[in-house]
């Protein structure tokens, strides 16, 4: 995100404010008790339970112990986990201080279409009768066949600019907004954390009233060590809206900035005075091995190897194309270069992006990209950020990227192809057409922008008329960094008709209130 400037539930984080007076690992008031960490007994899952990447058959489930432990996955297809016939028990990993006593457990061979219960059990490794109290979550898989209907939602930014978990507003009450939707799965566009913004107990907000977060030690600082970065994604967890969400929805995730620092780059030598870490290639290190600790993602392995862009197959009406615009882009310039083979995706993830798009063929081809295509968002006052850059004549600097990318599937007649993303943290909706554009040689298609999830409101940023984006609807404060408790916070919402294949966009503000919506037809290269 282009906007602004990251901790957990650790042994001496404390909740500052009216209500808690004690700083002795109190319980944070908000919408009900969160974990303590380390208490006697039996090892215990205070931080939930997630489930990511699912499929017609498989998933990944997710979990933290507050000690070493082996975790246990049973599965049913009932919540009372009575039908013997049904339940199935999943070996998963020791959980141990090298993945910070996270880990994740492959689940495969389950019904399509179907409502799966769990329970994640967390044994003792050395008495495996001692065991914990099971946490348990739900999810349903994707269907197999093309008459069932398929909704998700997507969003992004997370406890951006200072605007923490605040125990008045009922914390991250936008998630309970979102689970009563009852989505197949949920989409984070990045920002799942913002480590270079910290929390701090109290902000003053314009009209004299009072913002007070929940803070934790780690989040009292920019996130420099690994285990800041691991601090900075407890956080978040520390909210029983997101963890109730969390049992209920699965979730594909991708990252961008703001999980290393604004604006970052491979390569890039900060220039900041918190930091006394300023290379961003040792940030961003450290900062995706804790994200692959604190999300399961099927491309990722708990150590950060592995990669984040993918394709997650959501049975055939619906493919998911995770992109990663982080980690492979060149530095941030002017960007008016008249070539430029990396772009933002560099040439392999492009290749790879190709193909699977002209591999697929599901009904509708959702492009996650964690950056928008034609806003122009700046880094400073001459260099940009995401593709865009202002000109609106012929494809410049990354630009010419993403012309490869859409002649490609014009000439390959990738038919289906919708664009979503987050970052500018408003929302909007933006038609793309040859007629309109210096570029010509692509099929028309639609970009929704949607977000934040808790993060300040910005004024929206200008469009680049090279792709002849056409702004359809819009709305964003008019001033920078405006609070959640003064603006609306926003997520979005696709819904795939099983019956005629329609697919429908709904922007949607915090409580529910749909602001936007469009319907799209099936079986189109451009629309």
Known sequence: MAQGSGGGWGRRAVLRGAAAGSAALA??????????????????????????????SSGLVWVRSDRPARMVVQTAATESFRAAKTTRTWHGPLLGAGTDFTGVTPLHG????????????LADPDDPRRTGEPVTGTFRTAPE????????????????????INPDRGGYRVYEDM?????????CSGDNIYADNPITERVTLPDGRIWRNVTTEEKAKVAETLQEFRGAFRYNLLDENLRRFNAQVPTITQWDDHEVHNNWYPGQLLDDDRYAEKRTDVLSARSLRAFAEYFPIRTLRPDGTGRVYRVVHHGPLLDVFVLDMRRYRNANSPDRQTDDPQGILGAEQLRWLKRELSRSRAVWKVIASDMPLGLVVPDGRTNFEAVAQGDPGAPLGRELQLAELLRHIKHARVTGTVWI?????YTSAQHYAPERAAFQDFAPFWEFVSGPLNAGGFQAVKLDGTFGPEQAFLKAPDRANVSPAESPQYFGEIDIDGGSGELTVRLRQE???????????????GQ
Do not use: C, I, M
Request: charged content about 20%.
């Open 511 to 525: 409580g529910g209130d749909v602001l936007f919506s469009k319907v799209l037809q099936p079986g189109r290269v």
């Open 110 to 121: 389950l019904p399509a279409g179907e409502q799966v219960h769990y329970r994640v059990l």
């Open 421 to 425: 993303t987050a970052d500018v943290h």
């Open 27 to 56: 319980l944070p008031a908000v919408a009900g008790a969160a974990p303590a960490l380390a208490r006697g007994g039996r090892p215990s899952a205070d931080w939930g339970v997630q489930v990511g990447d699912v499929t017609t």
């Open 179 to 187: 689970r009563r939707r009852n989505p197949d799965f949920f989409l």
């Open 145 to 164: 066949g093309r008459h069932a209907d398929v909704r998700f939602l997507w969003s992004g930014d997370l406890a951006g600019q200072g605007w923490g």
